[in-house]
Antibody, heavy 120, light 110 residues
C-alpha cells in the first residue's frame, strides 16, 4: 500500500528557505501514471496547490508561488522535495505531499502532513 | 489564477440532501471535466471523494455525487449523516499544467 511521509524542519526563520522532503514507500516513484506534489493549508484556512514533479524532473508550479518554489525528485531515494525561498509568516501552514494522477489532476494519496511555522 | 468560488458554509438535517457549488471560469471548470472534490474532517488529511467530475474512488459512499453545468461544478450529498460533517474542497485543472482549489465549504449536520 502506497504511503507518503513528509519530513523537514518545523520552524523556519523569516527570509530563509523552507525545505521539505516526501518519502514514497509501497510503490515506485518512477511511474508514468502519476506526478508527485505539494499542497499547503495555513491554520484555519483552505488548501493551496504549490506544485508537482514528474519522475523525469518535469515540474509545474502555482503561478503565485512560482518565483520562490522549486520541486525536485530523487528516484534513487524514492523521494521528492520542496524548497520555498524568502519565507514570511504567510508561509506558515500544514504542508502535505500527495500523489497526483497524470492527465486527470486529482490527488488520491496524501501524506499525513507536516506543520511549518515561520518565526524568528 | 483565481481560487474557485464555494459557499463558506452549508447545512442540512440528517437524511436530507445538500449541494455544494464550485464556480470557476471558462478556462478551468468550464473547459475540462477535471473537477475533483475532497472531504476534510477537523485535524485530518483531505480525502478524495469525487474525481473527473462524477467518478467515485473505491470505498466512497454512493451518497456522494458530482455534476457540472457550464462553469460551475457541484457536489451533492444525499441522506446526510452525522459523519458527513466536514470541510469540502473542490479543485480543477486550470490550464498550463496547473491546478486550483476552491476556498472550501464547511458543511454542518443540524
Amino acid at each position: 500500500q502506497l504511503q507518503l511521509q513528509e519530513s523537514g524542519p518545523g520552524l523556519v526563520k523569516p527570509s530563509e528557505t523552507l525545505s521539505l522532503s516526501c518519502t514514497v514507500s509501497g510503490d515506485s516513484i518512477d511511474t508514468s501514471s502519476y506526478y508527485w506534489g505539494w499542497v499547503r493549508q495555513p491554520p484555519g484556512k483552505g488548501l493551496e496547490w504549490i506544485g508537482d514533479v514528474f519522475y523525469t524532473g518535469t515540474t509545474s508550479y502555482n503561478p503565485s508561488l512560482k518565483s520562490r518554489v522549486t520541486i525536485f525528485v530523487d528516484t534513487s531515494k524514492s523521494q521528492f522535495s520542496l524548497k520555498l525561498t524568502s519565507v514570511t509568516a504567510a508561509d506558515t501552514a500544514m504542508y502535505y505531499c500527495a500523489r497526483r494522477r497524470s492527465f486527470f489532476y486529482y490527488m488520491d494519496v496524501w501524506g499525513k502532513g507536516t506543520p511549518v511555522t515561520v518565526s524568528s | 489564477q483565481s481560487a474557485l468560488t464555494q459557499p463558506v458554509s452549508v447545512s442540512g438535517s440528517p437524511g436530507q440532501s445538500i449541494t455544494i457549488s464550485c464556480a470557476g471560469i471558462r478556462s478551468d471548470v468550464g473547459s475540462y471535466n477535471l473537477v475533483s472534490w475532497y472531504q476534510q474532517h477537523p485535524g485530518k488529511v483531505p480525502k478524495l471523494i469525487i474525481y473527473e467530475g462524477i467518478k467515485r474512488p473505491p470505498g466512497v459512499s454512493s451518497r456522494f455525487s458530482g455534476s457540472k453545468s457550464g462553469n460551475t461544478a457541484s457536489l451533492t450529498i444525499s441522506g446526510l449523516q452525522a459523519e458527513d460533517e466536514a470541510d469540502y474542497y473542490c479543485s480543477s485543472y486550470a490550464g498550463d499544467s496547473t491546478l486550483v482549489f476552491g476556498g472550501g465549504t464547511k458543511m454542518t449536520v443540524l
